[in-house]
């Protein structure tokens, strides 16, 4: 299973971005793409996770009203919408996914298959 996340940069408080994640290898229809995040000095935290099953998006509660997941089931790909970006933001986002829902799914440890980071830098 391969992850490609693309779609970070730089932008100013107020903004949007909108990053993507390509799964190739393998399908997760019974399972789960999302997004951690990291920023300098933290953990590494749960951002939005989407249950392809039940065509649903799970949400952090630093973004949720924010953050917006989209699926798109031919190219097997998960985008995060990120509206109103404020300089917490601020973080490598890695888009994450795993065969199997589970009900941990904002634990990082239940994670797998990981991407690489991209990154995203709000300014204020």
């Known amino acids: 299973v391969q992850l490609q996340a693309s779609g970070g940069g730089l932008v100013q408080a107020g903004d949007s971005l909108r990053l993507s994640c390509a799964a190739s290898g393998r399908t997760f229809s019974n399972g789960a793409m999302g997004w951690f995040r990291q920023a300098p000095g933290r953990e590494r935290e749960f951002v939005a996770a989407w249950r392809w099953s039940l065509n649903r998006g799970y949400y952090a509660d630093s973004v949720k009203g924010r953050f917006t997941l989209s699926k798109d089931n031919a190219k097997n790909t998960v985008y995060l919408q990120m509206n109103s970006l404020k300089p917490e933001d601020t973080a490598v986002y890695y888009c994450?996914?795993?065969?199997?829902?589970?009900?941990?799914?904002?634990?990082?440890?239940?994670?797998?298959?990981w991407g690489q980071g991209t990154q995203v830098t709000v300014s204020s």
């Open positions: 994450v996914a795993r065969v199997h829902w589970v009900v941990d799914y904002s634990n990082v440890r239940q994670y797998d298959s």
